[in-house]
Every structure is written in structure tokens, then in C-alpha cells.
């Protein structure tokens, strides 16, 4: 396995690039499959889970070529005779759940394997199946399978409303309604940029799509879409991570750039709170200059759905109050579970104690290097957030996790004065 050890201490300065986004790439992908027409999608991140979902894709005959260079992605769902989603696929990523909708929308039937747990607790899919259901899927349960079937051939289409408010079933129910029999209409749905910039592709390529941005779809079905050329956005919670970095471990007064951005893709609440902590930000178009306090204040904050605080932002939001002058809080309203890296952060010194839904941070206390675990994906980089201010050297381990989600992250570090390297390590060895 591998591992990042990071020798804290070093002040990040220069510039750090954002890549593209690998939630929204997920479901621009998704959208590739309700066309026989190639797709091509530019700015899409070399990740792990863009591997996984060409692999899901590739199962049901659909061509892909990804040219990890250039970050484009070829796909040509012409030849697609197979719509099934397979266990040992749909376990490693849960968005491969986006199959349902998108298998159901181009051929009328889909068999999705249900993806379990995750490392946050129990994450639901059952408004995604309700609101297949509300389009006139006629759905059951095989041996751990969704089995999808629209009476007809094609869904009638219908309306449905999600509460909570969710951005996979939002997307889900999408990708069957476009290519509907008739209209359908979507309430509650989710206004996060990865769902706004999967709406303008799917217009893009032929579907009728009113309400965009807003809570509520009104969707009217067309027979067949288009291909298309679409370029993916830069990734908000890359950026976001980026801005905490620059904000604890940059030279005070001293700027850090972050290029390729779309901080407006943040939201209000995590940009106010941010510049709540005495950093200040200039935005120049796509580069944002992050300028780092001498005294971070600390700033409670809550999780919530778009436009308010990611909770793909709180752990790494944890270790800026780990570094401000005094106490503050971070509720998390969206998973009540995500606090996994909590335990290992306390392995660094760190003074966070979760109550309920909630984490206390005393800020201030001094970081040390310690071997950590990464449990999930934003809990693993919190964990390399803590080890570039950490004394000492901090090895964290298990950095698959890290691999699914942040593009060449330790090459991006490294160019920008962090003291961190890939090792290799065999997780059952004995102590030397
Ligand atoms: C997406 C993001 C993930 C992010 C999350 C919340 C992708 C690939 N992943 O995940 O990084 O953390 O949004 O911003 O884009 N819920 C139900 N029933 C359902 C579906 C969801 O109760 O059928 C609940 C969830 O438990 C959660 C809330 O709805 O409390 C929001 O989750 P959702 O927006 O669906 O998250 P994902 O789309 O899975």
C-alpha cells in the first residue's frame, strides 16, 4: 500500500492548480450513456473513481478512452448491449449507483447492485428507487440487485418530491426522465454546481430541462439525445481544501494562488466563513490569491446543502480551528457519523471531542507528527492538512482513499514548498 509521510513545518507559497471536478465528472459521464452519439468531455481529474466509472461503463459495452494527459474522455455508448452494474464495481464507488437512471433511461431496464455502507455510516438510495418508481419503473429486489424495468420499453415520466434534498437522486432521477414518454417534474431538487453544470450537458445534447438552479425540474421527455462536447468545471472542494492549506500553513501576509477556480462554486457561507478567520481573498477571474493571517479567528460553522457549508469541507475545516486562537464548533447536519478522522486527529495532539452531530475544537494546542489512518476520502486530506503544520513527520496511511479524489496531490504540495513524499509500506509488518 501506499502512504504520504510529510515533514511539517515548511510554509506552502506559490501556486497550487485545481483540477476538474470529480463529482460533476462523475455525472457527465453518467449523461454519456443516453446517447448512441460519442461524447467528449474535457478537464476530467486522473482519479481513481473516474477509472472505476469507465470500468462501469465499459461492462455495458460502452466505448471509453480516457487520454489521461490531455484529462479527456472519449466515450461512445453506441454499442451498448448490457445494463447491468455489477456488485464488485458499484461497492468500490457509490456513484456508480447513477446506472440506475441512466441504464433505465436509454434502454428501459437496468440491473444496479445496491452499494451498501460506507465508511460514514448508512447512505441511503431509497429516493433514488422512488423516484424511478414515481417515472413508472416497476422495481424489485434480486440477491442485493435493483431491478429496473419500464413497462413499456420507455418511462412514462412523473412527478416526485426529495426530501431530503439529495444530489445523487436528484441526478438520478434526471437521467430517466429526459428521454420520458411524457413530463415530468422534480421538487426539492438539488441546487449544488455538480447538478447545474450535469443540467446545462444534458440540454446541451437535445433534453428540455426548465427550472435549472432552482428547487424544482420541470422536465419535458425527449426521443432520443444528442453527442456533445462538454468542459467539466474545476473542482469546488479541491479548491476549498486548497484555501484551508493557504490558510494555515502559508507565510502570513505572504499570498498563495490558487489557479483554475470557480469560487463562486463554494457558496456564500463557506466564503464568508472563511474570510471570518482573518484570511483574505482576491479573486482575478479563475486565480484567487488566498493571503494568510497572523492570527486565524476561529468561526463555528454547520454543514449544509448548497449554498451552505460542504460537508465535504468540515474535516478539513476541523484542522483550521486546530490552528486558530481559541474554541469554536463544527455541526454536521447532512451525515451525523462523518467524523472518523477525528480519533486519528486526536492522535496528533489535536483537542476535538464530537458530541452528538457535533465536533468542540480547542484551537492553539500544539500538532505532532504521528503515524494516522485515512478512513474516507475528505477525512484522509484533513489528515495531510494536519501533518504540513504538525512538528515533526507525519505518515499517513492507506492513501487510496486520498487516490479516488485529489488529482496528484502530493506533486501539487511539493511544487509549492511541502515537504512530502509517496512512500510505499506493507500495513502488517512488525515494528522494527
Ligand atoms: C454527493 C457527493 C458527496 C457529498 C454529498 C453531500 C457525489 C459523487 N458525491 O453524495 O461527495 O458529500 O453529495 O453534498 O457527488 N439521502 C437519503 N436517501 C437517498 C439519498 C440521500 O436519505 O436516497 C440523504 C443522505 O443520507 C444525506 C442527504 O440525503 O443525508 C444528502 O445526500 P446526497 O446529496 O444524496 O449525497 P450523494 O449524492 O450520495
Given at each position: 500500500m501506499d502512504k504520504l509521510v510529510i515533514r511539517g513545518?515548511?510554509?506552502?507559497?506559490?501556486?497550487?492548480?485545481?483540477?476538474?471536478?470529480?463529482?460533476?465528472?462523475?455525472?457527465?459521464?453518467?449523461?454519456a450513456l443516453l446517447t448512441r452519439e460519442p461524447v467528449i468531455l474535457r478537464h476530467i481529474p486522473d482519479l481513481k473513481d473516474i477509472r472505476t466509472f469507465c470500468r462501469v461503463m465499459e461492462v455495458t459495452g460502452t466505448e471509453v478512452a480516457f487520454d489521461t494527459g490531455a484529462h479527456t474522455l472519449r466515450i461512445d455508448a453506441g454499442p451498448l448491449n448490457r445494463s447491468e452494474a455489477p456488485y464488485e464495481l458499484v461497492k468500490r464507488m457509490r456513484a456508480s449507483f447513477y446506472m440506475l437512471g441512466a441504464l433505465l433511461g436509454r434502454t428501459g431496464q437496468a440491473r444496479v447492485s445496491l452499494p451498501g455502507g460506507c465508511a460514514w455510516g448508512p447512505r441511503p438510495v431509497d429516493l433514488h428507487i422512488q423516484g424511478m418508481k414515481a417515472l413508472g419503473a416497476e422495481i424489485s429486489l434480486d440477491k442485493g440487485y435493483v431491478v429496473a424495468r419500464a413497462p413499456l420499453g420507455r418511462l412514462k415520466g412523473g412527478d416526485f418530491t426529495l426530501s431530503p434534498s439529495s444530489v445523487g437522486a436528484t441526478i438520478n432521477f434526471l437521467l430517466a426522465a429526459v428521454t420520458a414518454a411524457g413530463p415530468s417534474r422534480l421538487h426539492g431538487a438539488a441546487t449544488e454546481p455538480d447538478v447545474i453544470e450535469f443540467c446545462q450537458m444534458l440540454t446541451a445534447m437535445g433534453a428540455h430541462?426548465?427550472?435549472?438552479?432552482?428547487?424544482t425540474l420541470m422536465i419535458s421527455g425527449v426521443d432520443a439525445l444528442g453527442g456533445v462536447s462538454f468542459d467539466n468545471c474545476p473542482d469546488r472542494i479541491e479548491l476549498g481544501t486548497f484555501m484551508i492549506a493557504a490558510a494555515i500553513a502559508g507565510r502570513p501576509g505572504e499570498p498563495v494562488t490558487l489557479s483554475h477556480a470557480r469560487p463562486e462554486h463554494l457558496g456564500q457561507v463557506f466564503l464568508q466563513a472563511f474570510e471570518q478567520t482573518g484570511s483574505r481573498v482576491k479573486v482575478d477571474g479563475s486565480t484567487l490569491e488566498v493571503i494568510p493571517p497572523h492570527r486565524l479567528t476561529p468561526v463555528s460553522i454547520s454543514t449544509d446543502i448548497y449554498p451552505g457549508f460542504p460537508t465535504d469541507l468540515q474535516a478539513q475545516w476541523t484542522i483550521l480551528l486546530a490552528c486558530a486562537d481559541g474554541n469554536a464548533k463544527v455541526l454536521e447536519t447532512i451525515y451525523h457519523d462523518r467524523f472518523k478522522h477525528i480519533p486519528e486527529l486526536r492522535r496528533m495532539g489535536i483537542n476535538a471531542v464530537v458530541v452528538g452531530n457535533e465536533v468542540v475544537v480547542e484551537g492553539g494546542?500544539?500538532?505532532?507528527?504521528?503515524?494516522?489512518?485515512?478512513?474516507?476520502?475528505?477525512a484522509s486530506v484533513s489528515l495531510v492538512l494536519a501533518g504540513m503544520v504538525a512538528r515533526g513527520e507525519t505518515h499517513v496511511l492507506r492513501i487510496y482513499h486520498l487516490d479516488r479524489g485529489y488529482e496528484g496531490l502530493e506533486t501539487k504540495l511539493a511544487a509549492a514548498g511541502i515537504d512530502v513524499r509517496r512512500e510505499r509500506y506493507d500495513e502488517w509488518a512488525d515494528p522494527s
Open positions: 513545518g515548511n510554509p506552502l507559497q506559490g501556486t497550487l492548480p485545481v483540477s476538474g471536478s470529480k463529482n460533476t465528472a462523475l455525472a457527465l459521464m453518467s449523461a430541462i426548465e427550472g435549472i438552479g432552482t428547487r494546542n500544539p500538532i505532532e507528527g504521528a503515524a494516522v489512518m485515512s478512513t474516507d476520502l475528505r
